[in-house]
């Protein structure tokens, strides 16, 4: 079959590394793509957003399969827009219009949360009318405060804020002025859960489900979880304290009623479910949705399934997913992002990066990569994620650093404490 990847990350590098592997698969076309699924599928110049450019090239090309990487094509509804008579032959793998708005409302969520009896933290949602009821309800919590915007802010949309002033003068900010866009027309204030993150990955026919590998990211800019928060610094996978127990409170507290909610709810769901979680105290509450794969969580939790990707996805158009066998490889994975300097405020573009020809026993995904005049050049805030494998997370780890350390391009930053909270 001839698949085509909607994005341009390490996401999506990672999705095309896996799949390349699969005896299904005949042509793979990556839109827009970078350097990396340069070298391994065939980049096409299409806009993410730019449906009927979509649609014409995948008849053109007889593109039987999407596989969409990015949240936006699914909050816009990619997936509604291929359900007519002359689409429906294609298989995209997200969610309907209705299921990425789990991702797109932060308030949609936590009702959805509610009505399934998903464990999360207490909250509610205030607009500029309502703001000086937003401030009481600061009054009323404890520190930290929580401040959420309701819409797609990149995710840069999360405030965990000290002080009371603070928080009330932030909420002004998003809602008043305007601080993340339209995303913040609505904030949700929730309570804040002291505990350890993980995220758990769920892929979906509609009715069935595959619990995928574990994983936990590191969002902040600096050492120790400090300073901005980023599209992710790095990422381990499996998360060491997810035993067998744990692993059992989250499939039946969190994962069944969701799906079981998906179904209940008429929400047409044929994709993937990240689920960031807090475990407090040993259990399992849920902070966020997001409708696709995680990134650079991805980079970690993909190389990790040792069976056919593709075969698993092509099963989502008949719903036969339980019959697929997914087979995890047994070692840890950790990733590492390199940044440009700067990053995730003002950066450059266009730096040559050196040394990749230099690297060993890792793999290495392209994100904000590009090819100008033969050579590959920074294109983005987070550059390239460098992925090994390892008996452990700590050996995973120094084996991605080595290699790290053959790499450059001016101004390079990364994180050298992944893992350091495991």
């Known amino acids: 079959m001839n698949v085509l990847i909607l994005g341009s990350g390490g996401r999506e590098h990672a999705f095309a590394q896996s799949i390349i592997k699969s005896s299904l698969l005949n042509k793979l076309y990556v839109a827009p793509g970078n350097a990396g699924t340069h070298e391994i599928a065939t980049n096409v110049d299409l806009g993410i ?16 399969m999407i596989i969409v990487g990015p949240e936006a094509p699914l909050v816009e509804g990619v997936y509604d827009y291929f359900q007519t008579e002359e689409l429906k032959h294609v298989n995209v793998i997200g969610p309907s219009k209705q299921g990425a708005v789990l991702e797109g409302s932060k308030e949609f969520a936590k009702e959805f949360m509610e009505r399934n009896n998903v ?66 027309n609505k904030v949700v204030i929730e309570e804040f859960l002291d505990g350890i993150e993980m995220s758990v990955f769920v892929m979906t026919d509609g009715t ?22 980023t599209g992710g610094m790095g990422a381990v996978s499996p998360v060491p304290f997810a035993d067998d127990v744990l692993m059992q409170k989250i499939e039946e507290r969190v994962i069944k009623p969701t799906i079981n909610g998906f ?54 158009a008949k719903a036969e997913l339980h019959k697929e066998n997914l087979i995890l490889d047994s070692r840890s994975a950790t990733t590492v992002m390199c940044v440009a300097g700067g990053y995730p405020e003002a950066y450059e573009k266009g730096m040559v990066i050196s040394g990749l020809e230099n690297v060993e026993d890792s793999i290495v995904f392209h994100a904000g990569t590009a090819l100008k005049d033969g050579k590959i050049v920074t294109n983005g805030g987070r550059v390239m994620a460098v992925t090994s494998f390892g008996p452990d997370f700590k050996q995973a780890l120094k084996k991605s650093y080595q290699n790290l350390d053959k790499l450059s391009f001016d101004k390079m930053y990364y994180r050298t404490d992944i893992g350091f909270d495991l």
């Open 119 to 184: 464990p999360t933290a207490a909250y509610k949602s205030f607009t500029k009318d309502n703001l000086k009821e937003g401030m009481s309800f600061i009054d009323s919590l404890k520190p930290p405060y929580v401040l959420k915007a309701d819409g797609l802010a990149g995710g840069k949309g999360v405030l965990i804020i000290e002080h009371a002033d603070e928080a009330k003068e932030s909420l002004e900010e998003m809602l008043v002025g305007g601080k993340f866009g339209e995303a913040s």
């Open 263 to 316: 179904v209940k709810e008429n929400i047409v769901y044929k994709g993937f479910v990240f689920i960031g979680l807090m475990i407090v105290d040993g259990e399992p509450e849920v902070i966020e949705y997001n409708v696709r794969m995680g990134d650079p969580e991805t980079e970690v939790v993909l190389p990790r399934i040792s069976s056919d990707l593709l075969a698993h996805l092509h099963a989502f």
């Open 49 to 64: 957003t730019d449906f009927p450019a979509i649609k014409k090239f995948v008849l053109d090309n007889d593109v039987t």
């Open 208 to 229: 069935s489900y595959k619990v995928m590998p574990t994983a936990k990211d590191y969002k902040r800019i600096g050492e120790g979880d400090t300073g901005l928060n």
